[in-house]
């Protein structure tokens, strides 16, 4: 049973979006047990997303759409999806009713006259309901594809891909399926394969990967005759996974590994301060982007000049006049600067060369030392993250430390 | 003259990764005067590369693809191109020493063997140089369509796509191209849209969006018979179009608010300093992560608990206490401190509710405050930042802090 995507909207054929929504659904689909083998975009073009929609309607059992449901006159979706059904369009009075609703609620309500066209589907098609927006989407048999139809807002159509969609295709779909996610960072994604040759043949499972640098996410997706059956399955190869990767797996399902160390922290009780150079804010960027992080981070110090370093943090200008801001020596002393200052129970501290410009032989670009500085006293790391962009390198050097509290808390 | 995008990889159909060579492709292809209505993806399936393959090429005159060059088994693109091409593969000696010397440099000579059919091409394709990567691409002609193949590797694909094959289509493309990206901040999609009614057909020019939130590019593409009418077709449209957003246009070509911002400190030499509450340190990571900022850009505080706003930028305890740390008079306080303590010319300060959680009726989630303090005073705003998540208020609030700057010095 094979699937397809379709996106449609010139925004994307012209590449002026990045499409995200095309990803999500290729994962969500196979997620559900579906193999899905085509993702296409088509522009708003009325003879191409006929052709489109004629043409996957027949090679697959299930496609599912997004786009072209707005207000204005290049959105056509609906009428493609009509015309191909071979059914005329019909107008649905409780829709139009909730679009009046939300005009009159975002105080537009001289544009019902515009909108109203986003109330009429297909004869017969299944309306599915969007709380948030004011484009329903709608299900219809193509032939004999079942076929839905959802807006482009990423939030919205989400939602009722969960709420209105998956439903429909799990019941759809023989058999169950269990799928695991453990939460891999350390090891470089060929060596994460090479550790897991052999898994997929020996389970009868699907291993997937998702590289969301500098972390892997390995998916393991079971397929069986009863939902025991499948969780069963699953929970026997991630265990074999889980073995093979050893304490490189830090967690499992979603989050990060920022995430991971925040939980860490609240569940101890523990608070943390950072102080940062060549990362440059983003260690604390990472950790203040979880909602709640307040309670376990107290805040940091972006020391970008050294001065700052000095003055913020007490770092003496003697220290790094003798080894250089960029050495073992400074970040201990930013650490432990930081966890003193801030009255934290942690200090961590990052100090390194992002690039592209600043490197030595004897310091490289990529060079980041790192230090957590507790109750118990310092330890400081260093690498060099050698492929890579400053960004990259910023990236990888965050993790690392946040690596090394997982470790050490 | 329409040209396809198609991606060749399960990977992709599996929704693993984000598909971000797709709409680089696009943009390109649509900048170089290409009309693109197709960008698809297919999975490592022969029978459906090859029909994808045959239908693209039939219906398109151009045609770019990705993917599939690798050396394992289930790359498979070239043999599938060579079927549709109607011509056998034939190996090239030259690019099968530059694998060798490449596996050399990576100490994996054992390798030569598996990666040996990556210099197997198309009998009479033209070869397309990969001075970074194993698989050299390669450019034949189906039917009557251009088509080219491309490693998947973005660095890899966009080099040879610029150096290797933006000439090609240059030529085949009658006339000439010119685009102007202007960049604006402050004003909602909606909106740019409802100014620019018209420009399109008063100029008979394409005016293309790309939300890159919180920011919108604005792209003015001209065609016309010759170089310099098309310079001057895009110069007179992009002149109304900065007539029509006045100064909600910051700047011109790439970059992003934040660097336009640090352009103008380092060109009038000030030095700045950042306070941050709600932000958590976005704000210094949008300007560290700017190769060269050290030259204006001195560190920061990322106070997020009230205390440490206390200790290390000097607010009163007093002065939270009565306003509360969410107000203008604390986020004036942060931004003179921050300012002071680290010596800059100026001081940024943030602090606000990102929530989702923490709004009250009269501080509601999405409410900031921030404050540039100079040597001629401060200056603070505020907004309820009400649509979108945490991330969305915390971005929203950095871009609207470093638009003050931009507005004051």
């Not at 997706?221 to 069963?232: N, T, V, Y």
Request: hydrophobic fraction near 45%; include cysteine.
């Amino acid at each position: 049973m094979t699937a397809a995507v379709l996106c449609i909207g010139t925004e994307l054929t012209r590449g002026e979006l990045l499409n995200s929504n095309a990803t999500w659904l290729a994962e969500s689909l196979t997620r559900i047990g579906l193999e899905v083998t085509a993702v296409d975009c088509v522009d708003d073009d009325r003879g191409r997303i006929e052709a489109s929609l004629r043409r996957l309607s027949a090679e697959h059992q299930v496609l599912v759409c997004t786009g072209g449901l707005g207000p204005t006159t290049d959105d056509i979706t609906t009428e493609c999806a009509a015309r191909i059904a071979g059914v005329p369009l019909v107008r649905d009075e409780a829709s139009l009713e909730h679009i009046k609703q939300l005009l009159r609620r975002y105080g537009r309500p001289e544009l019902v006259s515009s909108n109203a066209k986003q109330a009429d589907f297909p004869a017969g098609a299944r309306i599915l309901p969007n709380p948030d927006g004011s484009a329903p989407g709608f299900g219809v048999k193509l032939g004999s594809c079942s076929a839905y139809f959802m807006p482009g807002v990423p939030r919205e159509m989400k939602a009722m891909f969960d709420v209105s969609i998956t439903p429909d295709l799990a019941a759809l779909v023989t058999g169950a399926r269990h799928q695991i996610v453990l939460r891999c960072f350390g090891l470089p994604e060929s060596e994460v394969n090479d550790r897991l040759v052999g898994v997929e043949a020996q389970y009868g499972v699907i291993i997937g990967y998702r590289a969301s640098v500098p972390e892997i996410e390995v998916k393991v997706l079971a397929s069986a005759s009863s939902r025991e059956a499948a969780l069963d399955l699953a929970e026997r190869a991630a265990a074999d996974v889980r073995s093979r990767l050893g304490d490189f797996v830090y967690g499992e399902g979603f989050g990060d590994l920022p995430g991971h160390v925040g939980g860490m922290l609240a569940q101890r009780g523990l608070t943390l301060a950072i102080a940062e150079s060549c990362t440059g804010g983003l260690a604390a960027e990472l950790l203040t982007r979880i909602p709640g992080s307040s309670r376990y981070f107290l805040g940091g110090v972006v020391a970008y000049a050294n001065a700052v370093k000095t003055a913020l943090l007490g770092v003496p200008a003697e220290l790094i006049a003798a080894h250089g801001a960029v050495s073992a020596e400074v970040a201990r002393a930013m650490a432990e600067g930081v966890r003193q200052r801030l009255r934290a129970d942690l200090g961590l501290a990052f100090t390194g060369i992002a690039g592209p410009d600043g490197g030595t032989a004897e310091k490289p670009v990529g060079l980041v030392h790192w230090a957590l500085a507790t109750a118990n006293g310092t330890q400081a790391a260093q690498r060099v993250f050698g492929v890579g962009d400053r960004n990259s390198v910023r990236r990888r050097a965050t993790f690392a430390g946040f690596d090394l509290i997982r470790r050490s808390v």
